[in-house]
């Protein structure tokens, strides 16, 4: 009796140990269920249709499977299908069903392990990953891997290659998980994120408008690609600090039937670069919203488009350089990162470089993004150390030279994919998008706060004896290499208006480096809003003039370090209509300390005031020199006077009638900071900027 206990207690356990057996799709098998078999089988083949179909509907044909599979859960084939779906549209839930497959039929593909060993992979689940990749490369051996299965930049052909690849990737996501980074990610929540893919998203430099690419219902046609709708633009603006209902924004930007996506925003965001595929590879076409509304989408020229794909884009601060990607032949990889210069005599841009194999690899380069300091490249790349699919990666310019990229690591990457990283001006906030636990669709945009360095925590004396006393033996671990330091960099932003009417005007803003006498870019400010946005990297004194026909210029002066941190300025500019008893500043007037010859970096005011007098041929002014009211009131008198005097002296002598021009030196009896006002200034720089604006010299129109 005890034995056949045991025997039936062995045969209970067996049940469950053995696999169950792999049941294929016959009727004999359902004598008692001929209707059920039926309806279910129905279901299978009408997933099938739309599997092997074109173009493939794995959506459809998922809604199918399942309804078969409450039937007949332990088919292998319809198992490994559903596996598949997942694989392109959910790779999160696919693993239970390829584990099934295998375990039902073994044979049932070359790829099946290679699928279960890249589950375990997402979940970041390493070694166990290794493991399968392992058996994978040796059961599927020289096998191709399926079509349905290659992803983005996956060059291995055969289940070997890609599995042993993975391992590699395995390998390196053991080592960056060692470090994670100081980072916090938050989803942007609903009112930009949607139940479907909410992805690329761009942004000006100082976060006031987003534009990203969805695929939602808007625009009616599914893509041949089996995954969804068409792509379409969206547009949120931060207001109040939130991000408000993000729009689709319609014609001309969004064409039924095609995929428009976003790519590259300029960072005053004014030129926005679309992915626009007609014709099967896509093309890189810009818009931009000079007139307050976005223009038809025009194809950049054939040094940057191919007959190829090239599907991204960036533009530096000056808009004098591209960066885009491409797989045109001749590369390095697949995709590579190029770029192009702008010509200013030929109007467009110059030929296509490749930017060099420290950044390029075999595999795949995307979403290159430089940052508005124009010293800080972020993309995505297969290649290098990648922990698995695409990761983000940075590099620094040195002396003209990128730097080994570093890889963000953890939890910014991923195993799976994390494409399209765009940073704020200031360096401290980015944007990604990427499926996470959570989200609101499939893909979604999320908020990245780089928190920086961890502080070492304030010790007392007694506490600084202790710790010199008892030193650990093992060195501390190193905080992972990241930039989270913020960028050396300033943003200026404000309003342009009429100076009476204080209405809104479209004015050109020229930067220029003073030292160099050069201009560096010229921008214009929104024809609704009069709003201007110039970003001024590290490491040069700029000159900012602000021009309209029929008002008088305005000018300021940025002097911003190399290591000067992040700086935002704000400075609306009322600009003064052409009439007599108007006065400017004429901020990028320079001169030695005590001294009033002109420095040549005053060359570009000086041109520009020129200019004015030549557009108004009967204009008379005077030139006036003002000094602060430290030193004694007789040098400060003479020297204002002798300031005033050598800028008359220099546009006589570039073609100005002398009967046209008067000076005077008010020394400092004319401050525009009272010494009261400054002497309630707490620091030292406060006090020093107001004793500059005190230092100056005016024009004054006397006659028209």
């Known amino acids: 009796m005890k034995k056949n ?22 009727k004999k098998l359902f004598k008692e269920q001929k209707d059920e078999f039926k309806t279910a089988f129905d279901h299978f083949e009408e997933g099938n249709a739309l599997y092997n179909g074109f173009p493939f509907d794995y959506a459809g044909a998922l809604r199918e499977y399942l309804e078969a599979y409450k039937f007949n859960p332990n088919n292998s084939e319809l198992n490994y299908k559903i596996g598949m779906c997942y694989f392109n549209l ?29 589950s375990y992979h997402l979940e970041g689940k390493w070694e166990e990953a290794i493991n ?5 490369a040796s059961t599927g051996g020289t096998q191709k891997l399926s079509d349905r299965a290659v992803l983005p930049g996956d060059i291995a052909p055969t289940v070997a ?87 689709n924004m ?56 191919s007959d190829y794909h090239d599907p991204d884009a960036s533009l530096t601060f000056d808009g004098k350089r591209l960066y885009f990607t491409s797989n045109k032949p001749g590369g390095l990889g697949e995709h590579d990162i190029y770029y192009a210069d702008w010509d200013d005599e030929k109007q467009r841009w110059g030929d296509a470089v ?35 699919g695409y990761d983000l990666f940075y590099s620094k310019l040195v002396n003209g030279v990128w730097q080994k990229p570093v890889n963000l690591g953890p939890p910014l990457n991923t195993p799976d994919h994390e494409v399209g990283l765009v940073v704020a001006g200031n360096g401290r906030f980015g944007y990604i998008s990427s499926y996470r636990e959570g989200g609101y669709g499939e893909k979604d945009i999320y908020l990245v706060t780089f928190l920086g360095p961890e502080k070492p925590p304030m010790l007392s004396n007694e506490d600084n004896l202790i710790a010199s006393i008892a030193k650990p033996i093992k060195e501390k671990s190193k905080e992972p290499e990241l930039v989270v330091e913020g960028a050396n960099m300033a943003i200026l932003t404000g309003i342009i208006r009429d100076e009476k009417t204080k209405q809104p005007l479209q ?46 210029f305005h000018s300021e002066n940025f002097n911003i370090p190399k290591e000067a941190g992040f700086k935002q300025y704000k400075k609306d500019v009322d600009l003064k209509k052409v009439e007599v008893g108007q006065s400017i500043v004429l901020r990028n007037i320079f001169y030695d300390y005590a001294k009033y010859s002109l420095r040549n970096e005053s060359v570009n005011e000086l041109e520009r005031l020129i200019q004015l007098l030549n557009d108004n041929p009967t204009m008379r002014i005077e030139i006036s020199g003002h000094t602060d009211t430290r030193g004694s009131i007789e040098d400060n008198q003479v020297l204002s006077q002798n300031r005033a005097k050598s800028v008359v002296d220099y546009l006589i002598a570039h073609g100005i009638s002398a009967d046209r021009l008067e000076y005077a030196g008010y020394g400092e009896t004319k401050p525009l900071i ?21 230092r100056r010299t005016e024009f004054k129109i006397l006659k028209i």
């Open 5 to 26: 206990i045991l025997l039936i207690i062995f045969l209970v356990f067996a049940g469950y140990t053995i696999a169950q057996p792999d049941t294929p799709w016959d």
């Open 90 to 118: 959910d790779k999160y839930r696919m693993k239970e069903y390829f584990e099934k497959a295998y375990k039902l039929k073994p044979t049932i593909s070359p790829d099946v392990l290679y699928f279960i060993a890249l």
């Open 132 to 136: 399968y990749y392992n058996q994978a």
């Open 161 to 247: 290659q890609i599995s042993y690849r993975r391992v590699t990737e395995c390998k390196n996501g053991m080592e960056l998980s060692k470090k994670k980074a100081r980072v916090w990610i938050d989803n942007l929540g609903p009112k930009v994120n949607s139940k479907y893919p909410d992805f690329g998203p761009v942004i000006s430099a100082d976060e006031a408008i987003m534009v990203f690419t969805s695929r939602r219902p808007d625009n009616e046609d599914m893509a041949p690609d089996g995954r969804g709708y068409f792509e379409d633009l969206y547009i949120t603006t931060h207001e109040n600090g939130e991000w408000t209902e993000s729009k």
């Open 250 to 305: 319609g014609k001309p930007l969004n064409v039924r039937g095609q995929h428009d996506a976003t790519i590259g925003l300029s960072p005053d965001g004014h030129a926005l670069f679309i992915y626009t595929d007609k014709k099967g590879n896509g093309d890189i076409f810009e818009s931009t919203d000079e007139e307050g509304t976005w223009s038809k989408p025009e194809q950049l020229g054939k040094t940057i488009n």
């Open 354 to 388: 490749n930017i060099g194999n420290v950044l390029n690899t075999p595999y795949e380069e995307r979403s290159v993004f430089i940052h508005p300091d124009g010293e800080t490249m972020y993309f995505s790349s297969t290649g290098h150390n990648t922990m698995g």
């Open 507 to 552: 004015a050109d803003v020229v930067l220029v480096d003073v030292e160099k006498n050069k201009v560096i870019a010229e921008f214009k400010s929104d024809a609704n809003s009069g709003k201007y946005l110039v970003s001024l990297p590290g490491g040069a004194n700029y000159g900012i003039a602000v021009k309209k026909d029929g008002y008088l």
């Open 674 to 694: 009272p010494d009261a006002e400054i002497n309630k200034l707490v620091s030292k720089q406060e006090k020093e900027e107001a004793h500059q604006q005190n």
